[in-house]
């Protein structure tokens, strides 16, 4: 899954408009313009297509913390340069402020099983001998998962 891939998601999952999601980006103190986002949530095949780099990406996930949870007091996390799967599923469960069990039932939502033994490894430090790598497939899951719980038809 790339980068783009997951911000089209988010942005559908959770409705978020030009405006709002401009204002993201800002509140992690990243500006970016409209044309930037444009090309960012383009399909792949399109022309004017751009890949999101990891720090840019990085900085949409701590503003998505940032609007879901509030800003943090005094000083900001510093944003990553590089995300790998682990950081981004780390960093969705900040923003929905999601348990473990919660998000074994997120991934029961799309008829994908884990026990939280196995998704605890993925929140564990990288040093540690039970850490293991978030894969693609365990990351699309989720964001499906999210899609599923949170994503409300306008005809609904």
């Not at 943090?72 to 999601?98: C, D, S, T, V």
């Not at 099983?113 to 998704?119: A, D, G, N, Q, Y």
């Not at 790598?133 to 990351?139: A, E, G, R, W, Y």
Request: with cysteine; hydrophobic share 40%.
């Amino acid at each position: 899954m790339t980068n783009n891939d997951i911000l089209r998601r988010l942005r559908y999952t959770f409705e978020l408009n030009d405006a709002q999601m401009i204002a993201v980006f800002a509140s992690a103190d990243s500006l970016v313009t409209r044309a930037q986002m444009s090309n960012w949530l383009k399909k792949d095949d399109d022309p004017e297509y751009i890949a999101i780099y990891d720090k840019d990406f990085a900085a949409f996930l701590q503003g998505f913390i940032n609007l879901k949870r509030g800003k943090k007091e005094g000083e900001q996390p510093k944003i990553e340069k590089k995300l790998n799967n682990n950081i981004i599923f780390r960093k969705l469960k900040i923003a929905l402020a999601l348990k473990d069990e919660d998000i074994v039932e997120i991934l029961d939502l799309v008829n994908f099983r884990i026990s939280k033994h196995e998704l605890s490894a993925f929140f564990r430090n990288p040093n540690q001998n039970q850490y293991r790598p978030c894969k693609d497939q365990i990351l699309r899951n989720f964001v499906h998962g999210l899609q599923v719980k949170y994503h409300v038809p306008k005809n609904a």
